[in-house]
């Protein structure tokens, strides 16, 4: 099936920043997540979903402390993910069609993705699911006013 117009925004701009590395506020706001995530106190090898990952800066933190999966609907975000961390789980998904676990994760990693998301609420109501009984969300937004 051939990319969607939304997938191929995402591959591009997926593309730049693997190009140019993390800039700015961006690095910034990766140590910022990883350093609350590892504040949480998770033992190691808990189960980790990392929502909208993107090409990988958070998972090359944090994929050493948890039974990790990165998942992203850009096929070229998955790919360069992949190269940068071979050893590392990583899907390419479209998260509300995915066949999501009940009950699976201990955390579930939301970096700035929620924003660009059309069914907002049908997201938070599946990674409700998809967590065990007391897991955690994560999420970040660049906008606070983005989600309903």
């Not at 990790?68 to 990583?90: H, M, N, V, W």
């Not at 676990?101 to 660009?116: H, K, Q, R, Y």
Request: hydrophobic fraction near 40%; proline fraction near 4%.
């Amino acid at each position: 099936m051939p990319p969607t117009k939304e997938q191929l925004v995402w591959d591009k701009w997926n593309s730049a920043q693997v190009s140019n590395g993390l800039v700015g506020e961006r690095v910034g706001l990766c140590e910022t997540v990883v350093a609350e995530v590892k504040n949480l106190n998770f033992p190691h090898g808990s189960k980790m979903l990392d929502l909208g990952c993107g090409a990988g800066w958070t998972s090359e933190r944090l994929h050493q402390d948890f039974d990790y999966l990165g998942l992203d609907f850009s096929e070229k975000a998955i790919a360069d993910a992949r190269l940068r961390l071979p050893q590392t789980k990583f899907e390419t998904a479209d998260f509300l069609v995915w066949k999501a676990p009940v009950s699976e994760f201990d955390v579930v990693l939301c970096v700035d993705t929620i924003a660009v998301i059309r069914e907002q609420d049908a997201v938070i109501e599946k990674i409700a699911r998809s967590l065990k009984s007391r897991g955690w969300l994560v999420i970040t937004c660049v906008n606070p006013f983005c989600y309903s």
